[in-house]
């Protein structure tokens, strides 16, 4: 299983980007997707998932309003776009795949990982 995260760099605050993460190796349409991040000296953060079919999707507090998760089944791609980016959205971003949905905010619940992308806000 590969999951391959890439769309990550330097934004100005206000600005956006969007982040794609390609999956290979597994039955992708099996799998809530999901979106982590993880700061200097902070730990592994939850963004968003996504159902299986993509009808439904869950956001932390933080990015709430700002951020938007979607998938493509038919390309093993979920993405991740971010407006409205602040500095403190600066951290090395990832996407995960789990299969029990009871747990798509939970770090330790995913099963597989992508390499993760660097996003940095500058004020």
């Known amino acids: 299983v590969q999951l391959q995260a890439y769309g990550g760099g330097l934004v100005q605050a206000g600005g956006s980007l969007r982040l794609s993460c390609a999956a290979s190796?597994?039955?992708?349409?099996?799998?809530?997707m999901g979106w982590f991040r993880q700061a200097p000296e902070k730990e592994r953060e939850f963004v968003a998932a996504?159902?299986?079919?993509?009808?439904?999707?869950y956001y932390a507090d933080s990015v709430k309003g700002r951020f938007t998760i979607s998938r493509d089944n038919a390309k093993n791609t979920v993405y991740l776009q971010m407006n409205h980016l602040k500095p403190e959205d600066t951290a090395v971003y990832y996407c995960?795949?789990?299969?029990?949905?009871?747990?798509?905010?939970?770090?330790?619940?995913?099963?597989?990982w992508g390499q993760g992308t660097l996003v940095t806000v500058s004020s």
């Open positions: 996504i159902s299986w079919g993509g009808g439904r999707t």
């Open positions: 190796g597994l039955t992708f349409s099996s799998y809530y």
């Open positions: 995960a795949a789990v299969k029990d949905s009871s747990y798509y905010s939970s770090v330790v619940a995913y099963e597989y």
